[in-house]
């Protein structure tokens, strides 16, 4: 087994026992973080009818507007706000936060805690 294909499948276990436990809901949806080496996504998600209520990224012109770094922990704390803003807006107060495969270290902790400042609960 090549080592790509031995840590796409480490990725793959650890994603999976966290979802066993996470699941969203349409008052508590799931917010899902995905962080490549150059941008940071985020999406609220429904799963109970398998739809995405919302999302933001560091690639948008809104975000992009406010900051032009995307990859360090002040961009993850803007977007932590734009995507608490654009569920604010939707009526939803409580989320249930998908870390992924990612520890809370750094940029997915910096985004949390931006969520919470702005009035999200989770």
Do not use: C, W
Request: a positive charge; aromatic letters at 8%.
């Amino acid at each position: 087994m090549s080592k790509i294909k031995a840590k796409k499948e480490r990725k793959d276990r650890k994603r999976g026992r966290i979802r066993k436990k996470v699941m969203g809901s349409s008052e508590a949806p799931r917010v899902f973080v995905f962080k490549s080496n150059r941008y940071i996504y985020t999406q609220a998600i429904d799963d109970e009818q398998g739809v995405v209520l919302t999302s933001a990224s560091t690639l948008e012109k809104e975000f992009r507007e406010k900051n032009q770094n995307t990859k360090n922990t002040e961009a993850s704390k803007i977007l932590g706000q734009l995507l608490a803003q654009r569920l604010k807006q939707k009526k939803i107060q409580n989320v249930v936060f998908d870390r992924g495969y990612y520890s809370y270290h750094g940029r997915v902790k910096a985004l949390a805690e931006s969520m919470r400042k702005e009035g999200l609960s989770f």
